[in-house]
């Protein structure tokens, strides 16, 4: 079958940090993206892991376990303009995406 | 500026009207795709172009229909048969053999 599981909704505050969990487990990996989706408009891309470990992108870090069929998005320094939807997606043989329900960051001043 | 435009941004059409919704990129892109999304869930893909004159079902294609005439367009037309219409309806773009999509601002498509 074809799973992808990330919380509803996380909470933090102003400057702290947070790790957004994705699983999957599917027939077929060519790796996975990251995309941020502020309410009522387009997903924009964050981050993609093909190869296991971590990827650091400024305040963004994305890690990807293979073997695990388990990856990460963290967070840093968090601000206002960073509540959003955070969509984790696995890439499929030919590129097909197949995404997770999203979750849903709240940052609190 | 090169990107995917997508019109028009909301949309509102009565039970049994068929719709379509336009999706236009200058991106030079291969591969075009349709997604929908509801409150709460991820995106779930409707149909897809890897090339022009040739599209593929996705997960959710029944009540949709698709054509790629141009690179350039690639519209979604909703029909009657949709029995649960309304949503958001996101086109996105990517060249040939690279994973990374490129999405539209979206449709909001509200059926009354």
């Known amino acids: 079958g074809q799973n992808i599981d990330q919380p509803t909704e996380m909470t933090a505050t102003e400057g702290a940090i947070v790790q957004i969990n994705c699983t999957y487990q599917t027939s077929g990996f060519n790796g996975l993206f990251w995309y941020q989706q502020h309410a009522g408009e387009a997903p924009t891309f964050l981050s993609y892991?093909?190869?296991?470990g971590l990827e650091e992108k400024g305040r963004f870090s994305s890690f990807l376990s293979r073997s695990k069929g388990y990856s990460y998005l963290l967070l840093k320094e968090l601000q206002m303009k960073d509540s959003a939807s955070y969509l984790c997606?696995?890439?499929?043989?030919?590129?097909?995406?197949?995404f997770g329900a999203g979750t849903q960051v709240v940052v609190t001043p | 500026d090169g990107g995917i435009t997508q019109s028009p941004k909301y949309l509102f059409r009565k039970e049994g009207q068929n719709v379509t919704l336009s999706c236009e990129q200058n991106l030079n892109h291969d591969a075009m795709y349709w997604y929908r999304q509801d409150p709460g869930q991820g995106l779930r893909l409707i149909y897809y172009?890897?090339?022009?004159?040739?599209?593929q079902k996705g997960d959710i294609a029944e009540g949709y229909s698709v054509s790629r005439e141009k690179k350039e367009s690639f519209p979604l037309t909703v029909t009657s048969a949709q029995k649960n219409p309304t949503a958001f309806y996101l086109c996105?773009?990517?060249?040939?053999?690279?994973?990374?999509?490129?999405f539209g601002p979206g449709t909001r498509l509200t059926v009354l």
């Open positions: 172009s890897q090339i022009v004159n040739d599209f």
């Open positions: 997606a696995v890439v499929h043989s030919w590129g097909k995406l197949q």
């Open positions: 892991n093909v190869l296991d």
């Open positions: 996105a773009s990517s060249m040939a053999d690279v994973n990374e999509q490129f």
